[in-house]
Antibody, heavy 119, light 109 residues
Framework: QVQLQESGPGVVKPSETLSLTCTVSGGSVHIFHWSWIRQAPGRGLEWIAYVSYGGDTAYNPSLKSRVAISLDKSRRQVSLNLTSVTAADTAVYYC?????????????WGLGTPVTVSS | QFVLTQPPSASGTPGQTVTISCSGS????????VCWFQQFPGTAPKLLYR??QRPSGVPDRFSASKSVTSASLAISGLRAEDEADYYCAAWDDSLTAVVFGGGTKVTVL
């Protein structure tokens, strides 16, 4: 059964770049799409981006200028970089597997990794 | 703020049916399937429904439907263990992005 494990720095300083990694185990990275979603404290879910096995990407328009997502097939890792972070980027960041392109069909989620933006 | 609109809260007594609405537009719900997610405090969301299909393991007390640009999730035979936050989501063709509702907190009285 596929498992997703997010990892990140925990704390990032304002204006710096946040780098997150999601490691996929127990399943294939083929065919599927891989998304990042975040949830600020006490708030709802916000989709950030996805990358497909074939390299297609899509981004939340509100974050597009600051975000880059990539898939390392050999390492089975999905990476997310978010530049120029502010306190508004403080959230739990989740990695999720998408079953089809251009859909919200996110059938498997990681446990999430908390990120705090603070000096 | 959220592209899909959900009521912030819903409640019912054990055994009752609670229905959560999700309102969107022709660019999202009107053109693409809706997914529902369940989230307990401090845990990751879990896929509850994809359009009209429940993943294995999801009780049949949960049912979902869609009409034009709105969707709904019904929980029948409400149980204390159903207390959670519920989110709807869909792909938006105009934004070319996944959009979520703001979430509905279900309380069992």
């Amino acid at each position: 059964q596929v498992q997703l494990q997010e990892s990140g720095p925990g704390v990032v300083k304002p204006s710096e770049t946040l780098s997150l990694t999601c490691t996929v185990s127990g399943g294939s990275v083929h065919i599927f799409h891989w998304s990042w979603i975040r949830q600020a404290p006490g708030r709802g879910l916000e989709w950030i981006a996805y990358v497909s096995y074939g390299g297609d990407t899509a981004y939340n328009p509100s974050l597009k200028s600051r975000v880059a997502i990539s898939l390392d097939k050999s390492r089975r890792q999905v990476s997310l970089n978010l530049t120029s972070v502010t306190a508004a980027d403080t959230a739990v960041y989740y990695c999720a597997r998408g079953r089809s392109k251009e859909s919200a069909w996110l059938d498997t989620w990681g446990l999430g990794t908390p990120v705090t933006v603070s000096s | 703020q959220f592209v899909l609109t959900q009521p912030p809260s819903a409640s019912g007594t054990p055994g009752q049916t609670v229905t959560i609405s999700c309102s969107g537009s022709t660019s999202n719900i009107g053109q693409n399937f809706v997914c529902w997610f369940q989230q307990f405090p401090g845990t990751a969301p879990k896929l509850l429904y994809r359009e009209d299909q429940r993943p294995s393991g999801v009780p049949d007390r949960f049912s979902a439907s869609k009409s034009v640009t709105s969707a709904s999730l019904a929980i029948s035979g409400l149980r204390a263990e159903d207390e959670a936050d519920y989110y709807c989501a869909a792909w938006d063709d105009s934004l070319t992005a996944v959009v979520f509702g703001g979430g509905t907190k279900v309380t069992v009285l």
